[in-house]
């Protein structure tokens, strides 16, 4: 079954850096679309990042220019490196799998996601 594993989370003073891993299982890493989603508290969880099977990504506005996604299909992992983290950054983070090649409104699965605290 499908399974994703993430890692790196933490916590780290403002202007640092953090990178997020997620390592995969269960299904053809490279043929599908991977994302990171972020859920802070009291809000909804929101799409941060998603790149596709082809590698074309996409950024949310808050956080272009700050964090890159990336994969390594010969490792099946999924990558988020985060620079110039800011405080409102704060949230649990999750890795998540599309149906497809290409990024979907709904995912197929989120990973158990893990904190990052971004102190002021």
């Not at 499908?2 to 043929?31: D, K, W, Y």
């Not at 989120?110 to 002021?120: E, H, K, L, M």
């Amino acid at each position: 079954q499908v399974q994703l594993v993430e890692s790196g989370g933490g916590l780290v003073q403002a202007g640092g850096s953090l990178r997020h891993s997620c390592a995969a299982s269960g299904f053809t890493f490279s043929s599908y679309a991977m994302g990171w989603y972020r859920q802070a508290p009291g809000k909804e969880r929101d799409l941060v990042a998603s790149i596709s099977s082809g590698g074309s990504t996409y950024y949310s506005d808050s956080v272009k220019g700050r964090f890159t996604i990336s994969r390594d299909n010969a490792k099946n992992t999924l990558y988020l490196q985060m620079n110039s983290l800011k405080p409102e950054d704060t949230a649990v983070y999750y890795c998540a799998k599309y149906w497809g090649a290409t990024q979907t409104i709904v995912v197929h699965k989120f990973g158990q996601g893990t904190q990052v605290t971004v102190s002021s």
